[in-house]
């Protein structure tokens, strides 16, 4: 329950897998336990990357997630929740148009196809509302697989070579290439990134924004929002650092 005298100019925002969740996993109990305690005394918010029904499906289910944090932005904020009335909508298509999303897809499927990995499955190419998601194993691998994986491009570079090769491609259509979570690339229009969701706190007014995210690298789909200067950043390696350090802050 958030007490009427939490400090509701202040927000910890955060990113949601490495950060709150091992990724693609269920939050733990003790942080979710946690996140309530601190909503006693801040606002708290999430920004993520994937959509909103992965997303509520790692905090716990639709109705839940709505009625424990204050924010709730999914595919980077371009779908937006204050509470539980949906405040903003991207439109990908729309934006961009079907020309270049068709010569996108076609690339990306070419250039997948002839990379050799440890396995492939299904889905690699996941088309959202308001965003491209690019997977080369396939966003349908087991967690074996998927640990594999990570593993592997941690050795041979195989997402942040497929960026240079995505960005050498398409230099010119206003897109981002970024590498999030564990297996996947975002695409999205320049603009887009994790950054789009600051928009609706600065309208309510909330004039600080704490920042909590693993991926705030160069290429890293947590980098701009980290960096820019209307946040106060902090980088954690998974969700018991991300624990520690709010109570550093908090509740020393």
Known sequence: MASSLRDTSTICL???DGTLTPSRQRIKPHVEDFLTELRGKVLVGLVGGSDFVKI??????????????????AENGLVAYKGSTQIGQQNLKKYVGDEILQKLINFALRYMSELVLP?????????????????PVGRSCSQEERDEFVKF????????????ALR?????????????????????????????????LQKDNIKNIHFFGDKIEQGGNDHEIYEDPRTIGHKVVNPDDTVKQLKELFFS
């Open 119 to 135: 396995c492939k499955r299904g889905t690699f190419v996941e088309f959202r509302s308001s965003m491209i998601n690019l997977c």
């Open 14 to 16: 955060f990113d949601v």
């Open 168 to 200: 050498n491609a398409f230099p010119d259509a206003g897109l981002v290439f970024a590498i999030g979570g564990q297996i996947s690339i975002d695409v999205f229009p320049d603009g887009w990134d994790k950054r789009f969701c600051l928009q609706f």
């Open 153 to 164: 491009d941690e050795e041979h570079k195989v997402r942040e070579k497929f960026v240079d």
């Open 56 to 73: 509520a499906e790692q905090m716990g289910g639709h109705e839940d997630i709505l009625n424990r944090f204050d924010y709730v932005f």
